[in-house]
Nanobody, 121 residues
Framework: VQLQASGGGLVQAGGSLRLSCAAS????????MGWFRQAPGKEREFVAS????????NYADSVKGRFTISRDNAGNTVYLQMNSLKPEDTANYYC???????????????WGKGTLVTVSS
């Protein structure tokens, strides 16, 4: 599986952005997909995930109610809609895929390159 993330940029606090992650590879539909983020000087942290089987989703507490993850199996693309953005959401956002069910950075099978999101106050 190869992952290509896009959609980052600069936005004011309270604004919105949508990230996209295009996946390629024959086993895409057998992998759960998700997003992590990493701010300068901090560890990479889980943001959101979506299962490959039933589309169930999970979110970090810090983004619940503001971010929405979705996937288009036909189009091999995962999206992260980010609303009500805050300065503390500023980070590099990484698309991830795993054949397992644990969303720890150390257990992820595939990573995309990061896309930078900057939220100004």
């Amino acid at each position: 599986v190869q992952l290509q993330a896009s959609g980052g940029g600069l936005v004011q606090a309270g604004g919105s952005l949508r990230l996209s992650c295009a996946a390629s590879g024959r086993t895409f539909n057998k992998h759960a997909m998700g997003w992590f983020r990493q701010a300068p000087g901090k560890e990479r942290e889980f943001v959101a995930s979506i299962s490959w089987s039933d589309g169930s989703t999970n979110y970090a507490d810090s983004v619940k109610g503001r971010f929405t993850i979705s996937r288009d199996n036909a189009g091999n693309t995962v999206y992260l809609q980010m609303n009500s953005l805050k300065p503390e959401d500023t980070a590099n956002y990484y698309c991830a895929a795993t054949a397992g069910s644990t969303w720890l950075a150390s257990t992820i099978n595939y990573w995309g390159k990061g896309t930078l999101v900057t939220v100004s106050s």
